[in-house]
């Protein structure tokens, strides 16, 4: 049974950082391209970053770019998202996805690409 589950969120003043971490079981994630997305109160979930199976290519919304990166640990079957200089804008609930893919470079961006999904995690920024 394939799991990914999605920890790290909290409540943080703005100006602050979390670091979201996805953790899998019952598939290996070097075999999968990744992505973060988000989902806002009364929004549709939007993109936010992904990763190449390499960890070679990476791409982000243009509302994160440069505040927040996407990185994975194959030992640990884990895949991260560092988010940095947080705002409010940035509250929701984050949401890890694998795409399995024979690519090493592609990337994946929209949800309909992804194979899994974990259950995930409230982030939400204080002003």
């Known amino acids: 049974q394939v799991q990914l589950v999605d920890a790290g969120g909290g409540l943080v003043q703005a100006g602050g950082s979390l670091r979201l971490s996805c953790e899998a079981s019952?598939?290996?994630?070097?075999?999968?391209?990744m992505g973060w997305f988000r989902q806002a109160p009364g929004k549709e979930r939007e993109f936010v970053a992904a990763?190449?199976?390499?960890?070679?290519?990476?791409f982000y919304s243009n509302s994160v770019h440069g505040r927040f990166t996407i990185s994975r640990d194959n030992a640990k079957n884990t895949v991260y998202l560092h988010m940095n200089s947080l705002e409010p804008e940035d509250t929701a609930v984050y949401y890890c996805?694998?795409?399995?893919?024979?690519?090493?470079?592609?990337?994946?961006?929209?949800?309909?690409?992804?194979?899994?999904w974990g259950q995930g995690t409230q982030v939400t920024i204080s002003s």
């Open positions: 019952g598939v290996t994630l070097s075999d999968h391209a």
């Open positions: 996805a694998a795409k399995s893919t024979v690519s090493l470079t592609r990337i994946f961006r929209t949800t309909s690409d992804f194979d899994f």
């Open positions: 990763l190449s199976r390499s960890g070679d290519n990476t």
